[in-house]
T-cell receptor, first 112, second 113 residues
Framework: GNSVTQMEGPVTLSEEAFLTINCTYT??????LFWYVQYPGEGLQLLLK?????DKGSNKGFEATYRKETTSFHLEKGSVQVSDSAVYFC???????????FGGGTRLMVKP | EAGVAQSPRYKIIEKRQSVAFWCNPI?????LYWYQQILGQGPKLLIQ????????DSQLPKDRFSAERLKGVDSTLKIQPAKLEDSAVYLC???????????FGDGTRLSIL
């Protein structure tokens, strides 16, 4: 079946540091890939997505590139802010487009 | 655009009691999902509705969990009787169709004593 593996957290960075959160997946066919962010006490918000190989999703300074050869979708940001502190979830949607499979989440803590 | 509304935000019950959660999706969204998010884990799909019909409930523990979406809009998820391992956040999400991005509510945090 489909699965998503994320690097374990927490990831602790100083403000303006470079961020990478690794995500790899196992799936049949050509899934769509997503990053969701969850702030404390809130539901998940879609951060960015990519629907085919070599697509780059981007939003609010975050980027992720769909790498089919390495089955990866790593999240990056050049300069993090305290307000980016949250839990980040990598997810894939199956070929039928009706099921999201989430990774376990990575908590990011950014210190001033 | 109003988001996905869920209530209550928090619920504390004792094991073997019953509990119900309510979800109002974004207006016009045909597809509705219920997820269970155990602390420290990613959400796990429990059930998916397309309008008022069930598309997938393969992960729903049907001996104790039930869900309905009678008029194809609001939905309720019920647990009866609750077990300690049901302690989790229950998230509702909706999308305009099954292959479109899902929008999540803030969830209901359930604690079982």
């Amino acid at each position: 079946g489909n699965s998503v593996t994320q690097m374990e957290g927490p990831v602790t960075l100083s403000e303006e540091a470079f961020l990478t959160i690794n995500c790899t997946y196992t799936a049949t066919g050509y899934p769509s890939l997503f990053w969701y962010v969850q702030y404390p006490g809130e539901g998940l918000q879609l951060l960015l997505k990519a629907t085919k190989a070599d697509d780059k999703g981007s939003n609010k300074g975050f980027e992720a590139t769909y790498r089919k050869e390495t089955t990866s979708f790593h999240l990056e940001k050049g300069s993090v802010q305290v307000s980016d502190s949250a839990v980040y979830f990598c997810a894939l949607m199956n070929n039928a487009g009706n099921m999201l499979t989430f990774g376990g989440g990575t908590r990011l803590m950014v210190k001033p | 655009e109003a988001g996905v509304a869920q209530s209550p935000r928090y619920k504390i019950i004792e094991k073997r009691q019953s509990v119900a959660f309510w979800c109002n999706p974004i207006s016009g969204h045909a597809t509705l999902y219920w997820y269970q998010q155990i602390l420290g884990q990613g959400p796990k799909l429990l059930i998916q509705f397309q309008n008022n019909g069930v598309v997938d409930d393969s992960q729903l523990p049907k001996d104790r969990f039930s869900a309905e979406r009678l008029k194809g809009v609001d939905s309720t998820l019920k647990i009866q009787p609750a077990k300690l391992e049901d302690s989790a956040v229950y998230l509702c999400a909706s999308s305009s169709s099954s292959n479109q991005p899902q929008h999540f509510g803030d969830g209901t945090r359930l604690s079982i004593l």
